[in-house]
């Protein structure tokens, strides 16, 4: 059995908005085994945006708990969490929120600097690593207006492999993208996976899902679905099969 | 998170803002800058004040009869007899913190030299004169104690006197001249000194020995004043005490009686004018502090433009693992870093406007180093001040609030 990186249990986030009380999250129980790749899935106000925050430790639930990589997630101060997720979680956001007129290598560098037990040159060293791993060893000293959208996401997932996460937590991180590119991005992923990498794929569009080893889907705070796909679609193949473009 | 690498971010924020930052130094480098050429301004004419009245003898003491009222008529205080010579012994023997003294008589007259003639003042005194009021001599030399005692007829010039009644530019010394009607050999001829802070003509003067001037030309046998130097600027009110105690027992004054003469110092004078220039001083350093206070909410405003602007950086930064903390040190450290490197050139530009005013304007200057240390301690405090603000709504930030922020 592979160990469990996500324990939760009977996990609720309520919000209070004036006098009344919205719950985001009714209750939910799952877990994430090490090595998955699974995507959540919903649509707007599911609740799908405050289970990432809790999962990417920017939140705390009200009640129920929730365990990453056997630390528990209760009453953890502001600068414990900020810890877990410099050395836990790798962030992939929809904007790639790569700092403007900053280097990729040093757009990568950025979670390391947070970290006082890595050296500056290990940082480089990783960093150079991070990127030669997404495919662009050749783009060190691009700056993020230098590069495509499909590359500026590399970089972002440079970025969040480079402190060795035990879960990289994406957030539409293909919503910006053509449909080739992201495809492109989604066989990088299910290549990092493959390496070992457990992900977690927070999305809206359902054939992203197909690319992946297993689907929650959320409504209205519940679970609604949780099924291990069992033919997943490879990523590479299916550009591939597109039309090619016109150059 | 080491102190070194948030040092480095912030450096590179400021890069990256080259204009913005230059133009949010300019008011630290302006104020810095003022402050400091202010100061020196300040400085230098407080010195040249003090070196003024200390060419004119800042140890000197002067000792002048009372006034006093004579069968109801109010008399000048020169004009008492209350001063002699005895007093003068007595002060010369007892008063062991004066180094110079001697007794004065003077008036005033035509100084003639064949066809050409000048009204001046002749002061009869003893050798010592010339250290007391720190004059030297162009040519030829001082008389001489025997000359005092055997009241030779014996003169100084000043330079006013020497080219007024030797217009044809020959040498004065050994030449005999008259005052009044007394003939006078000139043995010496005094420097020239110029005019005073007061704006007197300090070489129209003639000095001969004080017995020559008591018994040839006044007929008098007591004296005009008695003036006296202490042995530095810091024993001079206590050398007026002493002496204002020997003179008392001199005159025999009951407790109850008033002085019947008036001892001053230089000291006086002194502190007059530097609580004058001091107070420029402090005005021309308040409208600079002003406009380092300027500088000052200039960096606040623009730090606070810049935690808005990157809020959405600041969010990223807690997302991947800053803490609150490490936010805050970091634009704390670039506030830092702009009122710092402000403050540098500030001192530099400070250091060449002083230079070119003495250089050009020929006022006379002198940088203090405390105004130098405390303008850059300032600009330090300064950042921290005004950069803990906006620092500390950056790292209040809610890092979910900030990475949605657009």
């Not at chain 1, 997932?157 to 989604?186: C, H, K, Q």
């Not at chain 1, 070992?196 to 690319?211: L, M, Q, R, S, Y």
């Not at chain 2, 003898?57 to 109010?74: A, K, L, Q």
Request: glycine share 8%.
């Amino acid at each position: 059995m592979a160990k469990e990186i996500i324990k939760i249990e009977n996990l609720k986030r309520e919000f209070t908005m004036g006098s009344e009380t919205v719950h985001a999250l009714k209750g939910i129980s799952y877990s994430i085994t090490e090595g998955e790749f699974v995507t959540i899935m919903g649509s707007s106000g599911s609740g799908k945006s405050t289970m990432l925050n809790i999962l990417g430790c920017l939140d705390q639930p009200t009640s129920g708990t929730y365990e990453i990589d056997g630390v528990k997630m209760k009453d953890l101060s502001k600068n414990e969490l900020a810890t877990i997720r410099n050395e836990k979680i790798g962030f992939i956001f929809q904007s790639y929120n790569l700092l403007a007129r900053t280097t990729a290598i040093e757009n990568v560098e950025l979670p390391l600097l947070y970290n006082s037990k890595v050296t500056s040159e290990e940082r480089r060293e990783r960093a150079i690593k991070a990127l030669e791993m997404v495919g662009l060893g050749e783009r060190l000293h691009h700056t993020p207006s230098q590069l495509s959208g499909g590359q500026q996401q590399r970089v972002a997932i440079a970025r969040s492999l480079v402190n060795n996460p035990v879960m990289i937590l994406a957030d539409e991180a293909t919503g910006n993208l053509d449909t080739r590119t992201s495809y492109e991005i989604m066989a990088l992923f299910q290549e990092l996976n493959k390496q070992g990498i457990t992900i977690t794929f927070v999305t809206h569009e359902p054939d992203i899902a197909t690319f992946s080893s297993r689907t929650i889907v959320l409504k209205d705070g519940d679970i609604i679905q949780d099924y291990k796909n069992h033919n997943v679609q490879s990523a590479a193949e299916q550009l591939a099969k597109l039309p090619k473009e016109n150059h | 998170m080491r102190i070194l690498n948030l040092v480095k971010i912030a450096f590179k924020a400021i890069v990256l803002n080259k204009m913005r930052t230059l133009l949010t130094m300019l008011g630290i480098i302006i104020g810095v800058a003022s402050v400091i050429a202010m100061l020196a301004i300040g400085e230098g004419s407080k010195e040249s004040i003090r070196t003024t009245i200390s060419s004119m003898g800042s140890n000197m003491i002067n000792i002048r009869p009372g006034e006093d009222t004579r069968g109801g008529v109010r008399q000048e205080a020169s004009a008492m007899e209350t001063l002699t010579l005895d007093d003068y012994y007595a002060i010369k023997e007892q008063a062991d913190l004066l180094t110079y003294t001697t007794p004065m008589v003077n008036g005033s007259g035509q100084v003639i030299n064949g066809s050409n003639n000048w009204p001046s003042s002749i002061y009869g005194v003893n050798p010592e004169y010339l250290n007391i009021k720190v004059l030297d001599l162009q040519s030829g030399s001082m008389f001489t104690d025997a000359e005092v005692k055997s009241a030779s007829k014996v003169v100084l010039l000043g330079q006013t006197v020497v080219d007024n009644i030797f217009p044809d530019g020959e040498d004065p010394v050994g030449a005999t001249i008259r005052f009044g009607n007394i003939p006078f050999k000139v043995i010496g001829v005094l420097s020239e000194k110029g005019e005073n802070t007061f704006g007197q003509d300090q070489d129209d003067v003639v000095i001969a020995p004080y017995t020559t001037v008591q018994k040839r030309i006044l007929a008098i046998d007591y004296l005009n004043q008695i003036m006296a130097s202490a042995a530095s600027e810091e024993q001079a009110p206590d050398a007026v005490t002493q002496v204002t105690e020997i003179l008392r027992t001199q005159h025999k004054l009951a407790d109850n009686e008033d002085d019947d003469f008036n001892v001053r110092s230089m000291e006086e004078l002194i502190s007059t004018f530097s609580s004058t220039s001091e107070m420029l001083t402090v005005l021309l350093v308040a409208v600079a502090g002003i406009s380092l206070l300027i500088g000052g909410i200039g960096i606040m405003n623009i730090m606070y433009v810049s935690v808005k602007e990157r809020t959405k950086e600041i969010g990223l930064r807690m997302a991947v693992g800053g803490k609150g903390s490490d936010i805050l040190m970091q634009f704390l450290i670039e506030a830092i870093l702009i009122s710092v490197t402000g403050g540098v050139l500030g001192v530099a530009l400070g250091l060449g406007a002083t230079f070119f005013i003495e250089k050009f304007l020929h006022w006379p200057t002198s940088v203090a180093l405390y105004s130098i240390v405390v303008s850059f301690a300032v600009c330090a405090v300064t950042g921290i001040f005004f950069g803990w603000y906006p620092a500390r709504k950056a790292s209040a930030l809610d890092p979910i609030t900030a990475l949605r922020y657009e």
